[in-house]
Antibody, heavy 117, light 110 residues
């Protein structure tokens, strides 16, 4: 089955680091970019950026450049999103999605809730 | 304030047709394709329309999309209770070098 599965919810304190994951299965993981999207409480969707799992090339949204780091381990079909020093404003639900082509996100993960408090 | 503008809410009764608008500018909708996503809170968003008007496999043919100039629209025919969700439009923005989303429209089936 074609799917992306994300790691579980996290509760952290300000200043702590965090790395969440997104594992693809049922398709050639290195053939498609992975995108990351945030939803803050009560708000809409925001685009963080994309990563190519084949070579870890990344393109960040200017709004999130320097705020988060995307990475990938092609050997285990997993992409990551990490923070080095969390702030309360980093709280939200983070989704990863396969990029079918151009900007089309066709398969989404179930989301990872990050609470910083 | 989202770059793409959607009405915050829409509603209809079962069997009706509803349309959700998405307004942008020359750097996004005006020069790039639009995708639409259905999102039930607590679940994974689902692609319902890609590239302005293409329906992915498995998506009901009650969903249709269109684009004209700097605006796009998602229409849902024969409205059903299961259609109640948040709907987001999205497009690449050449000026921002990022995907931009609309603020989302909460569809209520009365």
């Amino acid at each position: 089955e074609l799917q992306v599965v994300q790691s579980g919810a996290q509760v952290k304190k300000p200043g702590e680091s965090l790395k969440i994951s997104c594992k693809g299965s049922g398709y050639s993981f290195t053939s498609y970019w992975i995108g990351w999207v945030r939803q803050m409480p009560g708000r809409g969707l925001e685009y963080l950026g994309i990563i190519n799992p084949a070579d870890s090339n990344t393109i960040y949204s200017p709004s999130f450049q320097g705020q988060v780091t995307m990475s990938a381990d092609r050997s285990i079909n997993t992409a990551y999103l990490q923070w080095s020093s969390l702030k309360a404003s980093d709280s939200g639900i983070f989704y990863c999605a396969r990029i079918l082509e151009a900007t089309i996100m066709d398969v989404w993960g179930q989301g990872t809730t990050v609470t910083v408090s | 304030q989202s770059v793409l503008t959607q009405p915050p809410s829409a509603s209809g009764t079962p069997g009706q047709r509803v349309a959700i608008s998405c307004s942008g500018g020359s750097s996004n909708i005006g020069s790039n394709t639009v995708n639409w996503y259905q999102h039930l809170p607590g679940t994974a968003p689902q692609l319902v329309i890609s590239t302005n008007d293409k329906r992915p496999s498995g998506v009901s043919d009650r969903f249709s999309g269109s684009k004209s100039g700097t605006s796009a629209s998602l229409a849902i025919s024969w409205l059903q209770s299961e259609d109640e969700a948040d709907y987001y439009c999205a497009a690449w923005d050449d000026s921002l070098n990022a995907v931009v989303f609309g603020g989302g429209t909460k569809l209520t089936v009365l």
